[in-house]
């Protein structure tokens, strides 16, 4: 809802941050909106690669650059691997109007990073990554862009 949002007014956004659910911008952006997501690569309910089904047909890495694009960034990403289970996708330069991160999490499923659910959920829903806290990372992002045109 939120990618949704942001891309059809982008007047009342100052940035997304978008846990296991990022889609692409619904036609032109009419300004650029900072991109922050988070996704598990063992994700069953918004699969990272996509799906065949019309509610979640694109993968996370398209709707990232799909972003990108629609924020004016033509340039190549620049990924960092933080270590052998998290990655860091960044479109643009950080802190800039229209940045576009995508941290990746090799293994983990449809959960909040550096959250905590208990057995049954984790069960269900997957692993959830510690290697990044995902409340502080938006928080901090929103922040940072507070002042964008």
């Given at each position: ?20 659910g ?45 972003w ?15 270590s ?66």
């Open positions: 809802m939120s990618s949704l949002f942001a891309s059809v007014h982008p007047e009342f956004v100052q940035a997304v941050g978008a846990v296991a990022l889609r692409s911008p619904g036609g032109v952006v009419r300004r650029p909106v900072p991109i922050l997501s988070f996704h598990g690569t063992k994700d069953r309910i918004n699969p990272y690669g996509g799906s065949s089904t019309q509610r979640w047909n694109e993968s996370v890495p398209d709707a990232a650059r799909a990108a694009l629609a924020n004016g960034i033509t340039d190549p990403p620049t990924e960092v691997a933080v052998s289970t998290l990655t860091r996708t960044t479109y643009g330069t950080e802190g800039q109007p229209g940045e576009v991160t995508l941290w990746t999490s090799r293994g983990a499923g449809h959960t909040w990073p550096g959250g905590h659910l208990g057995l049954l959920l984790s069960l269900s829903l997957g692993r959830t990554s510690k290697e990044i806290d995902a409340t502080k990372s938006i928080w901090a992002f929103g922040l940072r862009h507070a002042g964008d045109p």
